[in-house]
């Protein structure tokens, strides 16, 4: 929005309080935001300022060096605002102008890291040791909150049109607690990749590989990609290969091997058109050593990345590139300028 200070709930691209807070999802042209209440603050504005803001105005830590006493303030305002709303979903028009829709206090509980375009999901887990969840969706459309059970161990893992895209543990025998006697009887184990509809509650098997040996890296165009991979003794894993499953056919293909370029693919991502691994576009059959840091994926297609840091503010430098002719080799970027407030 032109001329706009950003500091308000008037302006559509402002939310009060810390960005871990919030969680951003797509859904069409319309973006959502989920708030997570990480800490209900019951106290009046006067109070938490006297508390915690004043101290700050009479001896700043190096957080607040610099900043005036209205800047000290209207951070605090924001903290104090975010911890005192409710959890809630914020739908952003593209038009300009937001809808705050709040939602039961219980679902703070939550981590929401999925969209498929009608709802976001999350799961919150019921035990120290992680092994048991329950799953949550949070319609785009009026904030409807419905819970389901999951299976012991089962993650997300990603969305496929109406269904969530899960993993968990396949074994004989239930798993001992015993730490030794655990990793032993694991080692004969499944990781098995299910389609899961919440709806009904019925699981589709897409693939089952041995336990620790694979990783779904994203789904893109009907299509699971799966890396396999072996330990290695006193590291991490060493990539073997990267396979996709038609969903629809359940046939497989393998469409990279480290003889093709890079050694790790630590990230997968849908993103637009492709699906980034690291240094690899795995879709098109590019393998390119990448010099910026991926960011996001812009509406019409480009890629936003980091360049590096500003030598005086140390903060990063943004740019926009087209996808395609970067992963030819082009060095074509438009830099984006950062608001100065």
Known sequence: MPNCAHDSEACPAYFPGRARRYTVFTAGDTLYVYHTLFYRNTQTWEKYFDEYG???????????????????????????????????????????????TDLPEEVRDYVMAYCDGAAVYGAAWNDENGTTATGCRISLADGAVQTFPLLTQEQFLDVCGDALVTSHIVTDAPLPTDREQYQAAIQSAETEYDLYDPNDGTRTRLAAYP?????????????AYFEKRQPIPYAAYEPVTVETLDIATGTTETIWTPEQGAQELPLGDAEGHSLRMSESNVIVGQHTSLSVGFRAAAADGRWLVTTGKDETTNRENYALVEPEQFMAGSAEQETVTMWQG
């Open 54 to 100: 004043k101290p700050q105005l009479e001896h700043p830590d190096q957080s607040f060096e610099g900043l005036t006493a209205d800047e000290i303030t209207a951070d605090f305002y924001g903290r104090w605002t975010e911890q005192t709303t409710p959890p809630c979903l914020y739908t952003v028009h593209p038009g300009g102008g937001k809808v705050r």
């Open 211 to 223: 336990y620790d040996t694979s990783a779904l890296l994203g789904v893109y165009g009907g299509k």
